[in-house]
Nanobody
Framework: QVQLVESGGGLVQAGGSLRLSCAASGRTGSTYDMGWFRQAPGEVREFVAAITWSGGSTRYTDSVKGRFTISKDNAKNTVYLQMNNLRPGDTAVYYC???????????WGQGIQVTVSS
């Protein structure tokens, strides 16, 4: 069983920055990719960003391109999400996720709140 633990969320003013971290522990084994999703109140969970574990290829949803950066530390089994120029629309619970192979189901963290005030 793999546990994903997020940290780094909180309250920030519009235009500010936050960095989220997600550490994987337990029987991590091999990882295909890790990513971040978010869910605002009353909305469905949406993809934000992901990074492949071996090659480091990244992908982002359009609304965060140029503002968010996903990165990883393989030795620490940790993925990061640097969020700059935050907007009130970024307010959501952010979830870390991990897949062991391409197309497999995502394993989820417990989520962490990010609130951006105007």
């Amino acid at each position: 069983q793999v546990q994903l633990v997020e940290s780094g969320g909180g309250l920030v003013q519009a235009g500010g920055s936050l960095r989220l971290s997600c550490a994987a522990s337990g029987r991590t084994g091999s990882t295909y990719d890790m990513g971040w999703f978010r869910q605002a109140p009353g909305e469905v969970r949406e993809f934000v960003a992901a990074i492949t574990w071996s090659g480091g290829s990244t992908r982002y949803t359009d609304s965060v391109k140029g503002r968010f950066t996903i990165s990883k530390d393989n030795a620490k089994n940790t993925v990061y999400l640097q969020m700059n120029n935050l907007r009130p629309g970024d307010t959501a619970v952010y979830y870390c996720a991990r897949r062991v192979t391409f197309g497999a189901a995502w394993n989820w963290g417990q989520g962490i709140q990010v609130t951006v005030s105007s």
